[in-house]
């Protein structure tokens, strides 16, 4: 039956599992998981992830009119699942993930060609219940044919001229116009996955930190957050505004390196030596408060590992000062440079209706009408205990994005000062019992939302962890964007969304 | 603000870079001007880098940004990051080689021109890190290529990648490459 419902109650008839927390998870059998399938096609539910398990297909769901979050899944017969891509095209890189990860097969599934396999590992289907053979060789990876008179193209990567994280642009251009950009990934590929099967939370917890460098405190507050729900355990108030602390440091860290190196990417180099001295602050700060400048491995299963101290307040409230004056300085001259907006404003247009179709979130998202953003929906503590709005940009070009980090620098920065003024005395740390279960967690990190998907043994170790990069859904819509814009915008382009290699790589 | 008054402002702070001679003997400005002498020497005044991230989560990248940046700036003791390794003396790597990347390191190392030298970046680099032990990955870059350097921690900081390259010209000063620890 195919009708306009809520997602939970097009699920309250299905079978839930006990011991999934904090959201539902319902199993159901092929013919649920095809009807779901149909009903997807007149929904707004978003695919918040897609992972397997074993012989598990698992998918997270957002129902949009209500905020309500579920998990289904689907056991495999003949290692095979239909395919979501056609109603979810967000799912396609996740499925082709699944089939080289696991040996599950998508059916329906258009596009055949491996993903993170590049045919180089000393096995295939890592994940699987029974893993495969070696690979014959390497994969030469047949890109999408592309016909037309005078048409050429340019292969750039997997090294890139800049220090940045390596990966594969196809661009097919007519003249100085991209007519198609296509990515190929995978290279940082590290088994994290595989790697984390049987680890105990401490270890694990190390790892999830090292997803995706920059973003190591929302990673690992995403994994504290699962581990804590699967074992029923609440972190005490205080790491909860430690954690939030930590996360809009990083969050600032980021947004400002970003807002300089667009403006570079435009020769703009006096932005990026503005932002480069601003970020500097904030790490140096970092280092004296936390005792890390990237803050790795203070946020732990449980709570938080350091605490700030009352020199350490003055020292914050003393950069947010500074970095309030001189951001909005900074925001100030861009608005002033003509010249520079005349590279960002229209180009790498990205339309929100396609963002919304992919479930964007992040800067990417919030630069073109998306206002996902897991600290409002589904929420989390501190934040739903702090005054702060999430801006919006509906442009959805260079020049959008740029601004949506402009004005959540100014968020981010009440929200320290906020979360100063008000943090709640006590412990910093609950140990975590030892026993078994299932957590989810939504993170939102610095380019968006981060899902941790994680289940215990009873001893207390990983079973499976699925960590699921706001960039999954961030990477197609570059190729999107930069469609019709010249070669010469690429890099404003790719730096406005700069997407996570790592984070997506795994 | 207008461009001329930020300018103009900066022009009478002065330089944001970090002055020293610091207590620290490991101090960003002494390690500076030793750099600079041996670089003089052994190569004219200039070293030149190429990075090749052989998936590193991008951690360390994070910190080779911060010394490019105007409070470490690298480039005032000669040494310089190159966008081609055919222009390159130096292969600054990082991560624990992912399979997946292992080739494009390869294929960076033979089109460096030599003398050449590899610096092994950040824990994963070293010995594959936490990472080590995965089906995905070399487990350090000993294993793919000759290192001449490693620079541990996780990731280094700025003063330990400056450092580093400091003990890297005490082996290009002795006239070869040379593995040390």
Same mark, same amino acid.
């Given at each position: 039956m195919l009708g306009n419902m809520t997602l939970m109650e097009y699920l309250s008839g299905g079978r839930a599992v006990a011991g999934h927390r904090p959201w539902p998870r319902y199993v159901l059998d092929e013919r649920g998981w095809l009807d779901l399938i149909q009903q997807l096609t007149v929904c707004d539910w978003t695919l918040l992830g897609l992972w397997a398990d074993g012989n598990e297909v698992n998918a997270a769901l957002r129902d949009e009119e209500n905020a309500a979050i579920a998990v289904v899944s689907l056991g495999c017969q003949d290692r095979r699942f239909p395919s979501l891509a056609e109603v979810r095209p967000a799912a396609a890189r996740l499925e082709r993930s699944i089939r080289d990860l696991f040996g599950l097969i998508p059916e329906g599934l258009a596009d055949s060609r491996p993903w993170l396999d590049h045919g180089r590992w000393p096995l295939s289907t890592p994940l699987a219940i029974v893993r495969g053979v070696p690979p014959m060789g390497p994969v030469v990876y047949p890109f999408l044919p592309v016909e037309g008179e005078s048409l050429h193209q340019i292969a750039v990567g997997p090294v890139h001229a800049g220090v940045i994280e390596p990966g594969h642009f196809r661009f097919t251009c007519a003249g100085e116009t991209v007519v198609r950009l296509e990515e190929r990934l995978g290279y940082t590929h590290k088994g994290v996955e595989s790697h984390m099967a049987g680890k105990t939370l401490a270890e694990a917890a190390r790892l999830a930190g090292r997803i995706s460098g920059d973003s190591t405190v929302a990673y690992a507050i995403a994994f504290a957050r699962a581990a804590e729900a699967a074992t029923g355990t609440e972190a005490p108030p205080r790491a909860h505004w430690m954690r939030a602390l930590m996360a809009e440091l990083e969050r600032l860290a980021n947004h400002i390196l970003d807002f300089g190196a667009i403006c570079n990417d435009a020769a703009f180099s006096f932005m990026?030596?503005?932002?480069?001295?601003?970020?500097?602050?904030?790490?140096?700060?970092?280092?004296?408060?936390?005792?890390?400048?990237?803050?790795?491995?203070? @946020?732990?299963?449980?709570?938080?590992? @350091?605490?700030?101290?009352?020199?350490?307040?003055?020292?914050?409230?003393?950069?947010?000062?500074?970095?309030?004056?001189?951001?909005?300085?900074?925001?100030?001259?861009?608005?002033?440079?003509?010249?520079?907006?005349?590279?960002?404003?229209?180009?790498?247009?990205?339309?929100?209706?396609?963002?919304?179709?992919?479930?964007?979130?992040?800067?990417?998202?919030?630069?073109?009408?998306?206002?996902?953003?897991?600290?409002? @929906?589904?929420?989390?503590?501190?934040?739903?205990?702090?005054?702060?709005?999430?801006?919006?940009?509906?442009?959805?070009?260079?020049?959008?994005?740029?601004?949506?980090?402009?004005?959540?620098?100014? @968020?981010?920065?009440?929200?320290?000062?906020?979360?100063?003024?008000?943090?709640?005395?006590g412990p910093l740390h609950k140990p975590i019992p030892t026993r078994g279960g299932e957590g989810m967690a939504l993170v939102e990190g610095f380019r968006g939302d981060i899902l941790m998907w994680l289940r215990l043994s009873e001893v207390g170790r990983v079973v499976r962890c699925h960590p699921r990069d706001p960039s999954w859904f961030q990477w197609p819509l570059l190729e999107a964007a930069i469609e019709g814009n010249i070669v010469a915008d690429f890099p404003l382009c790719n730096k406005s969304f700069n997407c996570s290699y790592s984070g997506v790589d795994l | 603000m207008s461009l001329a008054r930020l300018l103009f402002r900066e022009l009478l702070r002065g330089p944001r870079t970090i002055d020293g001679p610091l207590a620290d003997p490991l101090g960003i400005e002494q390690l500076g001007i030793a750099l600079g002498e041996r670089v003089r020497e052994r190569l004219g005044r200039s070293l030149r880098i190429r990075e090749v991230d052989a998936g590193s989560c991008n951690g360390c990248e994070l910190e080779i940004q911060a010394v490019n940046g105007p409070v470490y700036d690298l480039e005032r003791f000669g040494i310089q990051f190159v966008a081609s390794p055919r222009h390159a003396d130096v292969l600054l790597v990082t991560g624990p080689v992912s399979i997946n990347m292992s080739e494009a390191l390869l294929r960076t190392y033979v089109a460096t021109p030599s003398p050449k030298w590899v610096v092994a970046m950040g824990d994963c680099a070293v010995d594959g890190g936490c990472f080590a032990g995965s089906y995905a990955v070399l487990g350090g870059v000993h294993h793919a290529l000759p290192v001449d350097l490693t620079i541990p921690g996780c990731p280094p900081t700025p003063e330990k990648l400056l450092s580093g390259l400091l003990a890297l010209l005490d082996v290009a000063a002795e006239g070869g490459p040379a593995a040390i620890r």
């Open positions: 990026l030596a503005q932002c480069t001295v601003l970020r500097e602050q904030i790490l140096a700060a970092n280092a004296l408060c936390f005792g890390h400048r990237l803050l790795m491995d203070k @946020v732990i299963p449980g709570g938080v590992c @350091v605490d700030v101290t009352r020199e350490g307040t003055v020292t914050l409230r003393g950069l947010v000062k500074e970095l309030r004056k001189r951001t909005r300085r900074l925001g100030n001259l861009y608005d002033d440079m003509p010249s520079l907006q005349d590279r960002t404003v229209g180009t790498g247009i990205l339309h929100a209706a396609l963002a919304h179709r992919f479930g964007a979130g992040g800067v990417v998202g919030r630069a073109a009408s998306q206002a996902g953003d897991a600290r409002k @929906v589904p929420g989390y503590p501190p934040y739903d205990d702090l005054d702060f709005e999430v801006p919006v940009h509906p442009e959805g070009d260079v020049n959008a994005r740029i601004w949506q980090r402009l004005d959540e620098i100014q @968020v981010s920065l009440g929200l320290v000062e906020q979360i100063l003024e008000r943090m709640p005395g | -």
